[in-house]
């Protein structure tokens, strides 16, 4: 189980997202999208490509490279994939699984 995160917020703590699996990050926080989203794109798929059921992405970044990330990572796993989104109110993530071919 994997948690990839789109692009790590410098200071900001990701640690509880730790019980849904391992904190791996998919495209550095620097990264811009709007010239030149090829090598974005490229580098997002070298990383989803084992994308499966048990994984999830946490959505944070930049929304461009948020969206890439969600399509990559459907394309990999038959149109489903899980993210975690926060709760600003109970201060923890909760799952949320789609299948983008019903």
Known sequence: MTVFIIQKVPRRDFSSAKKYGELKGVVPYHEQIALSPGPVVFAANKILKNFCNDDYLLLVGDPSIIGACCAIAS????????????DRQLSKYFPIEFNILI
């Not at 394309?75 to 926060?86: S, T």
């Open 75 to 86: 394309r990999y796993n038959n149109g489903r994939y899980k993210v975690l989104k926060w």
